[in-house]
Every structure is written in structure tokens, then in C-alpha cells.
């Protein structure tokens, strides 16, 4: 039987006081959109269905490098965040799995999997990271890791990722998400084609200790860490790894990591047509990879996003990218942050159930390009809100997961638990 | 034998006055470099066989959507355009060939023969246009052309590519490139997997016909005359296309048809070292495809392009990527701007040339990022004017192309035969 | 009496088959509102009063540099154009003036007021062009006009302004708009600080001449046609201007005039708050100057922006800023296009007027950014086209103005009096 | 006397290798520009009285959110610093002054002037930090610092930058510079108008207590560490802080600040010409605020700012900018990026020095817009080592300050000394 965090009558409470407008909200959508020839219902079992993963990092506090101020009540260690995962799982019933991220996450696995599990929560893709040094590390990724001039640098790198693939075989999970911020800072720093020869090589001794039925998850990043070039650095260079790789290698798509004004929706078009779409990163962005909430700059762009994905259901077979947010919360409640989150990256989805694709065709092969983008934004313009809040509240969540959460005095109570973290600048600059 | 447009006197008037000079600059950065192990010779002769191809439109006055101010002299018509190129040719010696364009240039395939060979200039790739309707047209190409929804207008599109491919083999070039304005202004206006996939159909019907010794260029860009997407919006769907097309098929690029930031540096390792590196269409540009001549502001960005050029050219066989100017003269005399490019493309080159090749592995295996950048810097730093005034001299051209044109009184000569247009503007904003 | 071009009893008809649903829309939106404690006639009669001005260069398919696909029954003359401007009106009410471009919209003026005042419309600002060549002119703007190095073509572009306020003055308008192309293309081609002061001098000389109830707007634009520098280049620069010239002088926000990543609408709310906003050129655009259709690619920015207006009506006193579409339609029928952005400009400001200030504020001041950020999401969140179309029929508009238009045959009617224009391409690469 | 930190006989050793070399490239490039009507000795001789500040966190490696890799030796506190600062001052001769950055390098100011002294170094601009949270602060500045909502908070923050006005008249500084990160993350998070007005307040208490012969440098960002809005996020707004503050404000101009493709030499152009042009904070950028070495990117760039001050050098009196450089080496010994970057800071001086400014106005004047760009590039291209090289060798620094840095052995016997830091992750993501 499933745990819960936050007490089942606080929700009941605070739905009880909003069901009647609810009911009401959701039958005159319904008949709007019945005059459209969609039927409400249908659309909300298909948002009730739909999860996207909770990064274990994202439940912490976030921070640029000039400063991190930590909240409240901040996260100890995999445990605490696992019980922040499942508030976030109870009160919108739309995050059933967590995403763990190694060495920060490293536990027992058999304590890992029962902490989980007593929330009935799973375990997305497993992240290893070659980034930062951990404590006691031989080898420095100071100048690269997977593709690092130094064979035993790579070799450590290697390594880091097949035991990333061992902890996950116990968990219960179906993927390692690779990300890398090798690269350089300078013109001439590296040789681009050694660079990218080592971590094609290195990728390869990890791609074959991937289990069969294990997907293996590669992601593109413009710049940042490394600000002069980066190893995989554009959909294009992703695109050639995973092909390299085989069958079981994907593209990861993170909506914060491409050049200004890229169009990303058709990148998402391209990988799925080629059968390489492994799945996304949610947040959004205005300038770099800000890591802010999803939806929260360009909510069109997301919209954008998922019509690719609906219609891509329609087009291909064995399409089922992953989803998962990757924020960094920096001045609000993380918890708060990815709940809201969530609710928007369904919300996209659920737009996108709307479009009119017979209609849409129609303009399309008609070229008339008005009535096609207008296709597009009769169903974005509908306030699905009311479809979202029924599916949490027939799931046992909560119509309004904000006001509920702050209801339910969460944050207060870990703060009691959970020591004070003294605020200090990573002195940076 | 070959005709001169400009007085050989003239040319030899002008460097007398300035081959002293040239032999003391020549003599003591030929000093310098034996210092760090080059021989100045060896670097010139390469220079000297370098050549870079000026496409025919180059050589008339561009403009913008909001108006157009043609010069003195304008060329009327194909033949004038060779004439302008005799002269950039006959001045730099390093422009040896002509880029047509169909079908403004078309005309008796052995006129254009005849008119080319009396210059000894050859005819480089040719250029198909699909952007625009020709007069007396059946088919627009207003929502597209080769990825057009409509199969008549794709047939159309490939039929005129087919005659591109016909003309070329009657006067000698050996590729076409194709660059398609094709994509959409409005979200939703085309279904991207459908859109590419009639382009892919399309140019497999013109790769098909693509006789062996022939190259299919292909060339991505990120947007406009498209404004919400283009079907060849970044190398990652250029290099797709290139593999799916086959081994005669490449990847062109333009050094202005990117996102802002974007490394092109290392598009261009990543497609020479998967083998799909085409060519370039040299120019330069801070905002968009601004089409302003090549170097003028970012000199040291075409610098580093070389450096992957002439890095490609140890490592991988039949290595020879396709070198144009594709550049639009508003403010500038066009004959002028394409002579001082296309010593810009050389100067590039031939610091390139200049790199110690095994200090910067060095100081690459070693991690020495600091030694690394300078030996980069060091080679760029060197000013190899000398060098390419030699170059130019020693074949017949000018020490100084810019001032012997304007000595030699070659504009206003044309103008006087060549009828003045009159300053229009095109009314579209 | 005002004219109708569209039958009255065609917009009868059409809205005949929607009342129904809309009253019904209009009903449960107005509760829901109700429960948020706005009252929605309110709203309604707020956006019933709102316009938004309609350029005469807007209803004439527009084009790049690559081409122009004209349509059919392309407005032959200003004569034409304002029919078109008439029937957007008539369909919408929220486009209740026309604005002029001089020279292409010269004519008598006397003529000009009567075609306007037969559909009841009125003239918004006049705006002069120097950006391109008239026929017959003495100096060529080639190289800059009111900024240029040549005092005579200074004199000239400065005698053309003055020209439009000339006319401007005889037809009603109170306002001009001065946008030129002035720049450079080249790292040394102008002194920056000489050219401009330059154009401060001649702007001065037009200043001088304008009424004390007209405004003088000037608006900055990044690049394009000059692709190096361009004089009046960011609001920065805008800003000075409008300090520099006196109290009629404002600045002018294109929504497309920027670079990469800018925050517009922080930029409005600083322009405010100096006193200098003067208005708006809205449309969307994804790269650079793309001039598409307002809201058609970022809808929330749309909203960002008109979030400031609301909030500076409330700070500021005698704030009445401009609003103008300033639009290119290549592949739109350009009345469609208008049309529907005119209801996308008013959305977003129907959308603004839902926000909760007060709930807003007390986030803002208890830095609870989720709260905050939230007041927004909830109102832009908010399907207000019952509120627009409510307020398009009761003022005897149309509920649907596409699909009323589209019946109405507007199109085929004057395609068959205006003759087909050759498609033709400009040529210019 | 001044101390040395280097041993002077091991600079004499590594000068002596390369003396020879160095007076006949400096003789045969003072004969290439007596050609060109310029002095040599007069361009040395301006470079040698160059100087630009380092700031005292510059000494120490950076980093990213994601990690920061230490180096051997790093600097443990001010007085360390100090004495790094030192050995690029002796060898280069080219950074006179130090910045100090409080509360960081807080420390009796008797000992900083005195550990300053013995190395003839002066010190240059105050830096504030409002950015992170000092230990003990009473008020977090997680929401703001001088913008603040909270007023304790803004007045904590006007106090420690009045704390640092103190210090500096102590230790002889004659200026303050604040940059801060106030922003949001969110739309609606802030109101702009009310969080400027915050600002403007706060500084003007700053204002209030600067001494007479001080000036106030504010320096503005696009953005980070705030995603969605910066206070101070352009020129625009700097310069409106400036104008409101007073006569001793002024704008500092950080070239890797802005948003992608800005022209920046245009910026300092008009900052110049309407007097607020305080200095700059060198360093280089391809994406963001990247902190890479001045010069390494787009050395062009850097040369066109320096084109910009001599420009308005010979217009304007009592011009003298401010120069720093700010930069963060996260994979470079910082000691050797700092000495090269100095080197590259002079380099662009010196080729602007060499413009031909009666060539270059001629040019503009007659719109001939090639020659004024090839005088600039003429400039540019200009290897101008041997004057850098002749004035530090002439003021007892090293003509190649990285091998004799390296030969010292300087890194390796603070490595001693100073204890290692372990390589750690900020964790933060």
C-alpha cells in the first residue's frame, strides 16, 4: 500500500472547496469542446496517463556560480529527496518515477529501491556525471572526461558510467542518460576530430555493456561548461553518436541547450523521423541554458514541442520518448517549482490532443498557411486547466497542488528536521 | 592564348613602384619564419596554387528588401560578367573559375565556352535557382519549390534542376549546388516530416542523374527568405540529406547561414571527418546572412576554418572541399570587394599554412591550453601580405589590385558602354 | 454615413450560425470571471474601445530579397488600399485608422481624406522614407540620407519629412514617424560619432517644424538593410534621440528590432517610466526583422508586453501610446493576416486587463516569484475570444472574421477589376 | 626601491636569447611604417605608458555551476594575490594597479598599502559584492540587493558599499565600481519600474558619499545570474543611471555583457560621445559572459573598441577610461592568461595607434567605403610584437613574458607554500 507524505484529508479539504467550480469548469469545456468534435473525457485519460520524471537534483536548491541561497528545509541526502519526489507525486499524481544521479545519489540499492517504492514511485534513466571531480577521484576532468586527451582520465570516465549501469540494473531502471561537458576554452585547445574520435571510443565500451533492453541516452548541449567549443555540442554531432552507437543509442533533446533562436520543435521533428528521438530535458529558457521552469518563458514553444510529439504517434511505431524536467529552482520552493512544472508540461500535451489534424492537413496540403497555424492556435488557446486539475483529483491529487501544498505546511515541517544550510557565495566569478 | 582586359602596362607600371618594397617585406618575414622552421617559398606556391571561384552574380550591385542602388557600369548580361571576372582573375590570380547561376546566366553553351576560355577561366558548380518564379513559369514557388505539397511544382523544381545539370556538362563544371529557399512563416503552415520528406524524393531524382565525375552540393541555412523554418536548416539536416543521397553527394557551407555563436569551426571538422565536407561559400556577416565581403569582421573566425582546412588535409585522402565567394556588394564597387575577398581567403589560408602543427599537438596531448591558443595566434598574428602581393606578382597580377584597378580606369570605361539603371526601389518592406 | 464594402447581410448571416454559441461562451466565461472577481463587460468595453492602426503598405503582399509571389487583386494604388483597410475595419472594428507611407501613398490630399472619412476612418502617423531611391531624385541614399556624410543629401531627406508633415497636416494625422536604414556595412565605413551627429542635426531641423500637437516618433531597428552598423540601432540610442530633439519626441518599439534574446518588454517599461514610449510596430518574429504576423510565434511575449502597458496606464499620467501593425505577408491573402492580428493584439491586452494587480503585487513585494509569476499565467491562461468576438458583433463586426471574409468573396470581387501582377523575382542574392 | 619577485637575472638570461631577434624585427617593422609616415618610437613609447588593472580574483582559478577545477598554488588571500599581481607587473610592465573585491580582500588597509607598495603597485576600482551572501549577513540577498523589495536589505547593501568607499580612500583608490545580479527568474516576479526605482534610490545614497575626485563606474549585463530580467541589463539603462546620478557616474562596458551580434565599438562610441564613458572590464566572449582571455576569440572585436579610444581621444578632453581586465580561468594558469591577455589588450592599442585617421576620414567623407575599412585593416594586420615586445624589454620587463615565466619557476615554489585545495563540485546544476 502506498504511503502517504502529505495527510489524504488535507488534499480531500482543499478539493472539497473547489470541486463544485471544477465540475462546472469542466462540463462547459466540454461542451465547447464536443462543438469541436473532441470528446473531454478521452483527452483526460490520456493527461491522466502521461508522467514526466523528477530529477533526484531538481528538489534541492539551485545556484548560478556567483551565488547559491539555499532554502528551507533543504534535502540531506537521496532519501530526503525521495520523500520531496513523492509530495510532488501525490498532489499532482503526474511524476511517477525519479531520476537518480550518481555519485550524488549512491546508496545501498536495496534501500534505494524500498524507500521508492514505499511511495510506489519508480526509477527513470540513471545519470552519471563526469563534470565536476568527486572526492578522491584519481584522475581530474579539469580537461575532459569521456573524451579527455588522457587514456586514463577516459578510462575513469568509463568506468564511472558502467557502475552508473550496475546500480540502475538493481533499481529497476531502463536507461543511463549521458551528458558530458567536455570541451574547450580556447581556439586550438583541442583537435576536434581527436576529441571527438576519443569519445566516440570511449562511448563505445559503454554502449556494450548496456543490457538489451536498456536504451542509452546521449544530450547535446550548446556551451557551458566549456565556452569555446563544446564535444556534443548540436543535434547534428548527437545525431552522429547515436547512429554510431546502434539501436539502442537515442538523442536526449533539452529545450535550454541550442543556439539563440533555433527552432527547436523541428529538430524534434527531424531525430523522430530518423528514429532517434530518445526524449527531453523540460524547463525553458530565455538567454542560455537558464534551467527555469517549463513553460514559464515561451509556454508556445512547449505547445510547439508536443504537437511534433502527438503527431509523431501518429506517423511511428515503438515512439515513446522519455520525459523528464531538468530546472535548477534558484528562487522559489523546488518542490512548488516542479509541481507546477509538471501540471505545465501536461497542459502542453494536452493542448496538443486538441489540434484538429484532419484540418490541419488540409491547410497544410491546400497551402493555406492561416488556416493551418490557426489549427495550431484554436487548440493552444483552450484553457485545458480544467482537464488537468480533474485527472489529479480522480487520481487522488489535489485540483490546486499549489494552494494544497502550502495548505499542508510541508516545508515547515522538513525544516524542523532538516538543519539550516549556511548561505555562502561560491566565490566564483 | 590569354587576352587581358586590363593593360598588362598598367599593371607593370603600377609594380614597379612598389616591388622594392615588396622584396624587403618578402626577404625579412622570410627571415622570420625560418626562425620558427617555415620556408616562406614553399607557403607562397601553395598560396599561389590556392584559387576560389566568383559565382556571376557576385559581380553585379546587391541589395536588400528595401531597396537596391546599382553602381556605375552594372553588367548587363552573363557575358559582362565574365569580363568583370577576367578582370578580378587577371589582378588577384586567384579567382580561376565562374560560377553560374540558372537561369539569368543562361546562353549558348558554347558562347559561354568560347567567353570563359578566352580568359583561361574555367566554369565552377552550377547553381540552380528554385528561390524565385522565372517569367513564364507553370508553377510557383511560393510555398516551395523541391518540398513543395504540390507534385507538379516538385517536378518542375527537379526538371529545372535536371537542365542545370545539362547546361554544366556542355561547358565543363563538375557539380551542382543546390540551395532552396523552401520552408514556412507560420507554425503548423507545414508538417516537417512530410515537407522533407518530398524534398529527400526530389533530390534523389536529381542525384540520379548526376553524371559520375559530378559532386551534389547541398547547402544549409538557417532562415530567410523562411522565416519560422527552413527544410535545410543546419548541417545536421545537411549532413542527413548528404547520406542519404549517396557517395557524390556533400555538404556546402555558407560561413553566414548559422544561429548566432555557433561554433563553425567545428561543423566543419565534424563533416570532413565523417566525409561529407562539400565546400564553402565564403563571406562574412554579424547579424544574419549579411553577405559582407569575407574577413571584413571577423577575420580571425575564417582564420580558423583554414586551420580545420589545411588539419583535414593530413589527415584524410581526396580532400579537396570546393572554395566560392558568395557575397552581395551594396556599398562597394563589386569588382573591388571580390578582389580584396578573395585575397582574404588567401590570407587565411596562408596563416594556416603557418601553424606549427606538431607544437600545437604538443601542447594539445599535454593540456597546455595557454600554448595551444598561442601557437594559433602566433601563426595569425604573422603578416603574410608579403607573401600573397608576391603570389599575384610572380603569375602577372598586381602587388596592389586595388589601386591598379582604380589606375587602370576599368568602371568607367564599362560605364561608358554599359547603359545606367536607374535606382528603384523594390517597395517591399 | 459610413460605406460598407462587405455586405452587411453577409456578416448578418455568418453570425447568425455563432450567436448562439457565443452568448453561451460569453456566459461561462463571465462566470468564471465573476469568481475572480472581474466583471467581463467590463473588460469587453475596454477592448471594444481599443485600435490599433492598419499601414497602408500592409494590405500589398510583401516579399524578400529573394522574391515576391504576388496574390491576387493586389491593391493597385492608396485608393485601393484603404477599400482593403475599410473591410479589415468593418469585419474587426479594432482598426479605425489607416497610417501613410510617403512617396508610394502621395496623392491629393483632399482625395485622401474623402476615401478615408466614406468608410470612417481616420489617418494615423505619416511615415517618410529615405531607406530606398524615388524616382527622379536628385541625391542617392545610398550611402545614409538623414545621417549621410553629403550635406545635400541630408538637405533632401530632411525637405522629405517635412513634405509628410506637409500632408500629414491637410489629412488629420498628429504624428510622424521617422525610420531610416542608415548605417554601414563595413568596420570604418562611417565615424560613428560623425554620422551621428549628423542625423541629431537633421532631425532637429524636422522637429522644428512640427505642430505642437503632433508627436515625432523615431524607431531603432538592430540591422537590416545595414548589416554592420546601423545609427539609430537599440532604444539606447533611441532614447537619446527623443531627449536630445524635446517633449513631442518619443520612441517607437518594433517588436522585431532587436537582438537575440532581449527582453522587450522590460525595455517598454523603462521607455515609460522616462516618458519616452511612443508606440508599437507589432508583429512577431523568431530570427531577425521576419515581420510576421503578431502573436503568431511568441503569443506570451505579446502578453508581457501589453502587461506593461496596462500597469504604466496605471502609473503614468497623459500615457496614450501608438499602436500600428507593421507586418510582410509572403504567403498570407494580407487582409486575412491583418485581420487576425488585430484581434491577437487586442487579446493580449484583454488577457493584461484579467491580472490580478493587487494579488500580483503583494507577490511581488513578499518575493513569492511563484505567486507572481502565476497572476500572470492565470490571466494569459484565460480564452478571452469570447470577449473579442462579443465585442466585434455588437459593434457590427463579425464573430469570425476569417471565415466571414472568406464568404464574403472580397478577394475574387476585386481580382477581377485589379490586374495580375507577373510574378516576379527581384534578383537580388 | 621596488621589490622583485622574479629574479631579474633570470629575465636578463631569457631577454638576452631573444635581443638579437627582436631589434631586427623592431628595426625592419619601424622601416615598414616609416613607409607609412608613422613613428615607431613614438607608438612604443604610447605603449609603454599603457597600463590595465588586474583584479585581484582574477589571480585565482574559476569556475562554472558545475565545478570548479583548482590549480597548483592558488592564491590563498589578499596578500597573496597581491604578490601574483606583482610577477605579471614585472614581467609584463603592463598592469600597474590592482583591484580589490570586498569583502573578499578585506584586510587592515595599512597592510594592503604596504604590500602593494613594495611592488609599485597601485590600486584601481572598489569592487563591491552584492551578489552572494557574506557569512553573518543579516539580510539575504537571494530576492536583490540594492533593488531589493525589502528595504533592511537595501539598505545593507548601500551600506557595504559605503564600507567600500572607505576602505579605498584608506588605500588610495579613486573609484567604486557596482555590478549586481538583481533580476528575476520569472515574468511578474519583479515590477521593472518599482525595482529600478530601488536602484536608482540606493545609488544616489552611494552617490551622496563618493569624495570628490571619485567616479562611480556602473556596469551592465543581459544577464546571469538572473534568467528572465537584469536591473541593469544594457547601456540603455546604464547610462541612465549615469545621467541621473551626476557628473562623477559613469558607464563601465564589459565586453562580454551583451546580448548575441551587438555591435559593442558602437556602444562605447556613443557613451563617449554624450560623455559617460567610464572604462571596460576586457576579456572575451562566443556565447555569454564566457570571462575567456581578451583577444582569444574575436580579436577584431577588441581592436575595433581600441579604434573607438583613439578616436575619441582627439575629440573629446579630459577623456580617460578606465581599463581592467575581468576574466575567469578555469583552465590556464591564471598568472600566465593575465600576462598574455595584458599583452592583447596593448596589442589592440598599439594597432589602432597605427590607423591612418586622415586616410580613414577621406574615406568616409567620400563614401568610399572599401579604402576606410582597408585602413583600418592595414592597422590591424600590422604584427605589432616587436613594439610590445622593445617596451617591456625597455622597462625591465621580459620580451616573452609566458617562457620567462615559465623558466622562473614561480608556480612550482608557491605550490610549496601554499596548500592544495581539493578538487570539489559546487553540486550545483
Not at 229 to 236: A, K, R
Not at 294 to 306: E, H, K, N, T
Request: hydrophobic share 40%.
Amino acid at each position: 500500500m502506498t504511503e502517504h507524505i502529505i495527510d489524504p484529508s488535507t488534499i480531500e479539504a482543499e478539493n472539497a472547496s473547489r470541486a463544485a467550480d471544477l465540475h462546472v469548469d469542466y462540463d462547459t469545456l466540454g461542451e465547447r469542446l464536443d462543438r469541436r468534435g473532441v470528446n473531454i473525457d478521452a483527452i483526460k485519460n490520456k493527461v491522466a496517463a502521461f508522467s514526466v520524471a523528477v530529477p533526484s537534483w531538481g528538489v534541492g536548491t539551485g545556484g548560478t556560480r556567483f551565488a547559491r541561497f539555499p532554502g528551507k528545509g533543504e534535502p540531506r541526502d537521496i532519501f530526503d529527496k525521495i520523500e520531496d519526489c513523492a509530495v510532488i507525486a501525490q498532489l499532482t499524481q503526474a511524476t511517477k518515477t525519479v531520476s537518480l544521479h550518481i555519485p550524488w545519489d549512491k546508496a545501498d540499492p536495496n534501500r534505494l529501491k524500498q524507500a521508492a517504492s514505499r511511495f510506489n514511485l519508480g526509477f527513470d534513466a540513471m545519470n552519471s556525471n563526469t563534470f565536476s571531480d568527486a572526492k578522491g577521484q584519481l584522475q581530474s576532468y579539469k580537461f575532459g572526461s569521456l573524451s579527455a586527451a588522457d587514456k586514463a582520465t577516459r578510462d575513469q570516465a568509463i568506468e564511472h558510467n558502467l557502475e552508473c549501469i550496475e546500480i540502475g540494473k538493481t533499481i529497476g531502471s531502463k536507461a543511463l542518460t549521458v551528458w558530458i561537458g567536455d570541451g574547450s576554452n580556447f581556439p586550438g585547445q583541442v583537435n576536434f576530430a581527436d576529441q571527438f574520435g576519443h569519445y566516440l571510443d570511449s562511448m563505445k565500451s559503454i554502449y556494450a555493456a548496456l543490457p538489451d533492453d536498456w536504451r542509452l541516452y546521449t544530450e547535446h548541449k550548446m556551451y557551458e561548461p566549456a565556452f569555446y567549443s563544446t564535444v556534443v555540442q548540436d543535434w547534428g554531432t548527437n545525431y552522429l553518436i547515436a547512429r554510431e552507437l546502434g539501436d539502442k543509442a537515442y538523442c536526449l533533446v533539452d529545450l535550454g541547450h541550442h543556439a539563440p533562436n533555433v527552432n527547436i520543435e523541428m529538430i524534434v521533428s527531424r531525430l523522430a523521423q530518423f528514429g532517434k528521438l530518445g526524449g527531453f530535458h523540460f524547463n525553458d529558457s530565455k538567454y542560455g541554458d537558464d534551467d527555469l521552469d517549463a513553460g514559464s518563458i515561451d509556454p508556445y514553444r512547449l505547445f510547439l514541442v508536443f504537437n511534433e510529439l502527438v503527431d509523431a504517434e501518429t506517423r511511428y511505431s515503438d515512439f515513446h520518448p522519455a520525459h523528464m524536467l531538468d530546472q535548477s529552482h534558484n528562487v522559489t520552493d523546488p518542490i512548488e517549482s516542479l509541481m507546477l512544472s509538471a501540471a505545465d508540461v501536461q497542459r502542453a500535451y494536452a493542448q496538443a490532443l486538441l489540434v484538429d489534424r484532419e484540418a490541419l492537413k488540409g491547410a497544410q496540403d491546400g497551402n493555406d498557411a492561416l488556416a493551418a497555424t490557426q489549427a495550431l492556435r484554436l487548440a493552444y488557446r483552450t484553457d485545458v486547466e480544467p482537464i488537468l486539475a480533474m485527472a489529479r483529483m480522480e487520481q487522488g491529487g489535489a485540483i490546486d497542488p499549489l494552494a494544497t501544498y502550502r495548505a499542508s505546511g510541508y516545508r515547515a515541517k522538513v525544516a524542523e528536521i532538516r538543519p539550516e544550510i549556511a548561505a555562502g557565495s561560491s566565490g566564483i566569478v
